[in-house]
């Protein structure tokens, strides 16, 4: 059943980084991103309401995304709301969520200020259905989370979800209690405007005033989202913090482009983009989710993205309680282990110079799940870069010699990352080659650096 999960979250939403056209240069843009470009592994973080049902609703399993509980049992708001005085999160520690985001070796975090079910994670004057006024907590938990990442060098960003709110009557989604958003015409049938001016509006003008540099905000499904109604957000972000970024997914142009969730697309791409993933099936905490992948996938999945010019956002769901589960910590923390000997070839990388290494199109004209051609993808190896370097991340054992696709330059000089251990570097009849001692260092991933004459690749 959970697999289904991923399925529903591709298909909730799909902005192929690769498909568009790239936008012309843009100076300021890319001074905002720098910071991101260099960053390239963030931690997600969902966490509200959904987690004290955690799956489950009056006895009966729900199915679908944690966070998505309230829509797909129908949950009245009044009902919805009772899950408010049970949210007594007394195990949460800021600094230790921090602490873990940083043994991950990542560097930015992202957290839910406000998910579609409309609660507000944050103490709020546009609404009194926040966890300070709603919930016998009573502490604003982005607060302590910011003055976290303030005192430990760490970004942060908000995840706002600026179109549904299935807690107004007015906002996008709740069909069950208000009736549908639009007509079969598509007119409009609730006052979304009053409901964008009244809440969302303020309530995004709240996070950017009370909690320091905001790294990002990360908009999400933008329903009935206008470019003029879009544009309103994006005028509040840039005159309240000019440097803050804005996700692909506002419903007006962002600053970087969103993938699908989980989707990592086949090509790179040099304008800057991001992929939000999961580490088990679902974003908000579902207690009978345990399909966590392994640290081996994650790694292969933040390199693949790397290579490709992305940035690998990874979810953890933090329970009622306020505990991230272990399962996540663990493999976080292993991830983390490897880039403190391999970051390296991860953080302010480049892309490959060659791509073959990537896969291919199928030529029997599948179709992938969201009916696009599939793509047949390698994971044995993949290529990060540096001025006058390449990373060469193995996950399998390369037979030995491994052949490097052909290069103009001049290659130098190979050693292993993790131990500057050198590695057999052999040009002959044209072809130049990699001798790695076996069995593999690292079996999750070794890396082998590569350099070159130049300061770029010519093929
Ligand atoms: O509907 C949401 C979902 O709950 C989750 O927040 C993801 C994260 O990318 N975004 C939407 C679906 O794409």
């Known amino acids: ?103 991950a070796g990542m560097k930015y975090v992202v957290i839910t200020s406000k998910h579609h079910d409309g609660f507000a994670m944050f103490k709020s004057n546009a609404s009194r259905y926040n966890i300070v006024d709603a919930t016998p907590f009573k502490r604003d938990v982005l607060k302590e989370l910011a003055d976290a990442c303030a005192r430990r060098g760490m970004r942060l960003g908000f995840y706002y979800s600026q179109s549904q709110d299935w807690h107004e009557k007015d906002g996008a989604g709740n069909v069950w209690d208000f009736g549908p958003d639009q007509g079969a015409d598509g007119k409009e049938l609730k006052n979304y405007d009053a409901y964008l001016r009244g809440k969302a509006e303020p309530q995004v003008k709240e996070l950017l005033t009370g909690y320091g540099p905001v790294a990002l905000i990360w908009f999400d499904t933008p329903r009935m989202m206008t470019p003029e109604r879009g544009q309103r957000f994006a005028d509040i972000v840039r005159s309240l913090q000019p440097n803050t970024l804005i996700d692909g997914r506002l419903g007006t142009e962002g600053d970087y482009k969103s993938t699908g969730d989980n989707v990592i697309p086949p090509e790179a791409s040099t304008e800057a983009w991001e992929t939000p993933a999961t580490i088990n099936d679902t974003w908000g905490f579902r207690k009978d989710d345990t399909n966590w992948k392994a640290p081996a996938q994650i790694a292969f999945k933040l390199v693949d993205i790397v290579s490709k010019g992305g940035n690998y956002l990874l979810n953890v769901g933090p329970t009622a309680e306020g ?123 070794t890396v082998v650096v590569v350099e070159y004459e130049g300061r770029k690749i010519e093929r």
């Open 323 to 445: 505990i991230i589960p272990q399962p996540s910590q663990d493999i976080l923390r292993t991830v983390g282990r490897w880039l403190k000997v391999n970051g390296e070839a991860v953080y302010g990388a480049g892309t490959s110079p060659f791509g073959d290494e990537f896969g291919e199109y199928t030529a029997r004209g599948a179709k992938n799940v969201r009916g696009e051609k599939l793509f047949l993808p390698q994971t044995e190896w993949r290529v990060t870069s540096k001025p006058g370097k390449l990373y060469f991340t193995f996950f399998a054992e390369p037979r030995a010699p491994f052949e490097i696709p052909a290069v103009k330059n001049r290659l130098t000089r190979a050693y292993r990352l993790a131990d500057n251990a050198p590695v057999e570097l052999k040009s002959e009849k044209g072809a130049t080659t990699l001798t790695l001692e076996r069995p593999m260092l690292d079996p999750m991933a």
């Open 1 to 103: 059943m959970l697999r289904l999960l991923s399925v529903v979250s591709i298909l909730a939403l799909t902005l192929g980084a690769q498909t568009q056209p790239p936008r012309p240069p843009d100076a300021a843009r890319e001074k905002r991103l720098e910071w991101f470009r260099e960053a390239k592994y963030g931690l997600f973080i969902h966490w509200g309401l959904y987690a004290v049902p955690a799956g489950e609703w009056k006895g009966q399993r729900s199915l679908g995304l944690g966070e998505w509980i309230m829509n797909r049992s129908k949950i009245p708001v009044a009902e919805y709301e009772a899950f408010a005085k049970q949210f007594n999160p007394v195990k949460f520690d800021a600094d230790q969520w921090v602490q873990l985001a940083q043994d």
